[in-house]
């Protein structure tokens, strides 16, 4: 079984980085796609980015693409979120997950991380 620890979260103000780290443990085929998530207070989770482990071009959501990067190290089964010119509405509780195949639906994806806090200050 997949388990997920992220980190790097904290305040930050308008315009600064943060670059969120997830810990994979237990990695199988079944957790072929790593994703990045984010859940606003009253919000919907919506994704954010992913990346396959073999390879292959990451995926971003609209709002984010160009500012934030999703990048993978396998020697270390760690995926990371460097987030740059971050806005106040990147406000969010962030989440880590994987799954068995490429798509932004979070119901696809079967393994969570416990998420970890992003403030951005105006």
Same mark, same amino acid.
């Given at each position: 079984q997949v388990q997920l620890v992220e980190s790097g979260g904290?305040?930050?103000q308008a315009g600064g980085s943060? #670059?969120? $780290?997830?810990?994979? $443990?237990? #990695? *199988?085929?079944?957790?072929n796609v790593m994703? +990045?998530?984010r859940q606003a207070p009253g919000k919907e989770r919506d994704f954010v980015a992913g990346i396959t482990w073999s390879g292959g071009s990451p995926y971003y959501a609209d709002s984010v693409?160009? #500012?934030?990067?999703?990048?993978r190290d396998n020697a270390?089964?760690?995926?990371y979120l460097q987030m740059n010119s971050l806005?106040?509405?990147?406000?969010?509780?962030y989440y880590c997950a994987a799954g068995?195949?490429? *798509?932004r639906v979070a119901s696809v994806y079967d393994v +969570?991380?416990?998420g970890t806090q992003v403030t951005v200050s105006s």
């Open positions: 904290g305040l930050v943060l #670059r969120l $780290s997830c810990a994979a $443990s237990g #990695r *199988t085929l079944s957790s994703g +990045w998530f693409r160009g #500012r934030f990067t999703i990048s270390k089964n760690t995926v806005k106040p509405e990147d406000t969010a509780v068995p195949r490429v *798509t +969570w991380g416990q």
